[in-house]
T-cell receptor
Framework: DARVTQTPRHKVTEMGQEVTMRCQPILGHNTVFWYRQTMMQGLELLAY????????DSGMPKDRFSAEMPDATLATLKIQPSEPRDSAVYFC?????????????FGQGTRLTVV | TQLLEQSPQFLSIQEGENLTVYCNSSSVFSSLQWYRQEPGEGPVLLVT?????EVKKLKRLTFQFGDARKDSSLHITAAQPGDTGLYLC??????????FGAGTRLTVKP
């Protein structure tokens, strides 16, 4: 049963520390998304990749966030340095977009708390 | 950036009632998806609609895509407590991005 896997599920860190979140997308999907979810802002699109190439990361604070996809089995989202306002649930999703039956599947998320 | 507005924001009903939630935008989408999210989990895809005017049914759920592909509705017949959750719509833009509305939080009371 193919699924998107995110690690870690929970992360508590101190302000100023580096945080790396990992995602294993479903093989064969051509698009990988990173979202952040908070009660106030809902699901915000941070960045996405098409066939591993970054297409748009305008949703991320550039000075501290970076997203990469070093190979087809791994996408990473890094925050350095982390701040309390980064506390949220971060979701990775992968899908096959750009055709008639677009669908995207989400991981279970990483709940990040920055204290 | 396309903006998707969902209404109502919150909805609380009794088991057996019918309901409709809406997803509206001023932008045209290549496709539109509906998801349901439960606490502690990621959103789960319910349906994708692609063609203007398209209607899709999933058991007691009926999804409609507007003729102009700018809006959509989700109708639930005879709601059950298991339908409780956050219902999210997402639009696929011309750049194959996927952006979400704020969601409708549905509570179905037994």
């Amino acid at each position: 049963d193919a699924r998107v896997t995110q690690t870690p599920r929970h992360k508590v860190t101190e302000m100023g520390q580096e945080v790396t979140m990992r995602c294993q997308p479903i093989l064969g999907h051509n698009t990988v998304f990173w979202y952040r979810q908070t009660m106030m802002q809902g699901l915000e699109l941070l960045a996405y990749f098409r066939n591993r190439a970054p297409l748009d990361d305008s949703g991320m604070p550039k000075d501290r966030f970076s997203a990469e996809m070093p190979d087809a089995t791994l996408a990473t989202l890094k925050i350095q340095p982390s701040e309390p306002r980064d506390s949220a649930v971060y979701f990775c999703a992968s899908g096959f977009l750009g055709h008639l039956n677009t669908e995207a599947f989400f991981g279970q998320g990483t709940r990040l708390t920055v204290v | 950036t396309q903006l998707l507005e969902q209404s109502p924001q919150f909805l609380s009903i009794q088991e057996g009632e019918n309901l409709t939630v809406y997803c509206n935008s001023s932008s045209v989408f290549s496709s539109l998806q509906w998801y349901r999210q439960e606490p502690g989990e990621g959103p789960v895809l319910l349906v994708t609609v692609v063609t203007g005017g398209e209607v899709k049914k999933l058991k007691r759920l009926t999804f409609q895509f507007g003729d102009a592909r700018k809006d959509s509705s989700l109708h639930i017949t005879a709601a059950q407590p298991g339908d409780t959750g956050l219902y999210l719509c997402a639009g696929e833009g011309n750049n194959n991005d996927m952006r979400f509305g704020a969601g409708t939080r549905l509570t179905v009371k037994p």
